[in-house]
């Protein structure tokens, strides 16, 4: 170690001098001036205890012989809280038992009396180099640490921009919207992507080809991490690109073709890839699939039997890509579950496989929301990624509802809103579930008066608020726009050991794209959609007409409060 680095070293140090003699403390002070940050001097231990407690020091040096308290136990009070600071011990006594006790304290040197420069200097030097070395290690621990810090910092933003490129990946044409069948059917296709890491080998997309037919497919790459997650992205990807390119002139079996052929190319010799791909066909009433080594399909009749489509294809390599397409007709069945092994090999706490309360969970689920929920309260942690489609058929209650309509006025709608309340007591809904539904049932209800027929944006809304003149806005709308009407439909009803709400509220206004959803989901720092996303926590199903003017929504509420 240089001279120079030394001296620097002692530059950024605190030194504490204890000894009893003054003539000693001002020679030390002497022999080591401007050597050091800061000197400090005591005249006994008991002052030294009380410099040690008020500041930090980088070393110690103190004489053996002094009163009330020497040295030595000096020494061993301070390393009670301190065993690192290195201590040089003065003594000019030469008992062997001095020289134990000091050693037995972690001592770093010694230095005898009378005190001369350059043996101190010799001495300090000997006793810096392990401080050098301790501030050199932690140096180094700093700087790595401060390293795995950007590390992680720079991970944590690929790992977000990966998760965002995958969601981009999967397309869903009826994100939050229902599609309409007839007058009296609805169609609700539901999607649910849950992956076990950041890359993930499944993807999905429900997408839209025409007026009468809905594509779908659920992608799973066998194995795990960048391998599959790139093969489901890539694939997912061309998927959607052939799919917005043919659309209205899509036709299945010359689709597969064009896939096989892609992706066969883009495979590694060892990958396997899993996927199912489905035609709906709603005016037909078909369901036309080509499944390649996925679990088999669940459906249910009207009258709820469980009915299982199997796989009809080996999974996809570089060795195989042929492909059969059968037709299943659908007219008499109400829902569909579509799902990647994920959801079937996935443990429950006591070991048993999901698989064995699979069936018996989708025939007593009602939505897509249900059965989640039944599914995640047995397996709150998944070992796999779960990637599964929820459709159904909702034939329009043929029960009287209770229908309602109102001016864009809103003394109006504030009596529409206590005749809802009012609705729910009288039909014997718990307090709890009658304010949490009455909460739902403004926001969606102000959401159609603001945004929907009064056509107040969400950017134009906070700006008047800030303003203060929101309320005044609304009143000089009100004006323009008071002759658009709103319709208003609930209806309870008997569903299994519980009760079923249904309200849907329409406007007259322009509308919006549903897409938007997606975005606010991911972005849960915007405030936008705020009535969607306290409805999307509260209720079952909450579904838009493709248009985005009309709102349906379905609650279940349990015989007792859980």
């Excluded at 779960?386 to 504030?414: A, H, P």
């Excluded at 849907?504 to 915007?526: H, M, N, P, V």
Aim: contains cysteine.
């Amino acid at each position: 170690m240089t001279e120079t680095y030394t001296i620097n070293i002692y530059k950024d140090m605190n030194i504490l001098i204890v000894d009893d003699d003054s003539t000693t403390l001002q020679l030390f002070k002497l022999f080591l001036k401007n050597m050091f940050k800061n000197i400090v001097l005591a005249k006994n231990a008991k002052e030294a205890l009380s410099y040690f407690e008020e500041e930090n020091f980088d070393l110690l040096i103190t004489d053996y012989q002094m009163p009330t308290i020497n040295g030595i136990e000096l020494i061993s009070s301070i390393r009670k809280t301190n065993k690192n600071i290195p201590i040089i011990l003065v003594t000019a006594s030469e008992e062997y038992e001095v020289y134990q006790q000091a050693l037995n304290l972690n001592v770093t040197h010694s230095l005898t009396k009378p005190i001369i420069q350059e043996a101190l200097h010799d001495v300090l030097n000997q006793t810096i180099e392990p401080i050098y070395f301790y501030r050199a290690t932690q140096k180094i621990k700093r700087e790595e640490l401060e390293q795995l810090k950007d590390q992680k910092i720079y991970h944590k933003k690929q790992e977000k921009q990966a998760f965002l490129k995958e969601h981009q990946a999967i397309r869903n044409d009826f994100y939050y919207s229902y599609y309409q069948q007839e007058e009296d059917v609805l169609w609700y296709l539901d999607g649910s992507y849950r992956p076990y890491d950041i890359l993930s080998g499944d993807t999905y997309s429900i997408r839209s080809l025409d007026e009468k037919r809905a594509f779908f497919f659920i992608i799973d790459a066998m194995g795990k991490g960048v391998s599959a997650s790139v093969t489901s992205i890539i694939a997912s990807s061309y998927i959607n690109h052939l799919i917005d390119t043919y659309k209205q002139d899509f036709n299945f079996t010359n689709f597969m073709q064009e896939f096989n052929n892609y992706i066969t190319k883009s495979l590694l010799n060892e990958e396997v890839l899993s996927v199912l791909f489905a035609e709906l066909d709603f005016f037909e009433q078909t369901l036309s699939v080509s499944s390649y080594g996925m679990p088999p399909i669940l459906m249910c009749d009207k009258q709820n039997n469980l009915i299982k489509i199997k796989t009809n294809n080996l999974p996809i390599s570089v060795h195989n890509s042929k492909f059969n397409i059968q037709c299943h007709e659908v007219h008499n069945i109400d829902k569909m579950l579509f799902y990647s092994d994920g959801l079937i090999e996935s443990s429950l706490e006591n070991g048993e496989l999901y698989f064995s309360h699979l069936k018996e969970d989708f025939k007593n689920s009602n939505t897509c929301s249900s059965f989640l929920r039944k599914l995640y309260s047995k397996v709150p942690n998944p070992d796999d990624d779960i990637t599964l489609l929820f459709f159904q058929k909702r034939q329009l209650k043929k029960e009287k509802m209770v229908s309602l309509s109102c001016f864009t006025n809103i003394k109006e709608i504030d009596i529409v809103i206590a005749n809802f309340h009012t609705y729910l007591i009288d039909k014997g809904i718990d307090h709890i579930h009658t304010s949490k539904l009455g909460m739902i049932f403004t926001e969606m209800i102000m959401n159609a008066y603001e945004h929907g027929n009064l056509q107040i944006s969400n950017e134009q809304k906070k700006k008047l608020l800030l303003e203060g003149k929101f309320e005044n806005e609304l009143r000089q709308r009100e004006l323009s726009y008071g002759k658009k009407e709103m319709k208003i439909n609930y209806l309870i009803y008997t569903e299994g050991k519980g009760k079923c709400l249904k309200f849907d509220i329409e406007d007259e206004g322009e509308g919006f794209d549903t897409k938007i959803f997606k975005k606010l989901i991911f972005d849960t720092s915007s405030v936008n959609g705020r009535g969607f996303k306290i409805a999307k926590k509260m209720v079952d199903a909450i579904y838009y007409s493709p248009k985005g003017n009309h709102v349906i929504l379905h609650k279940y509420i349990p015989s007792h409060i859980s």
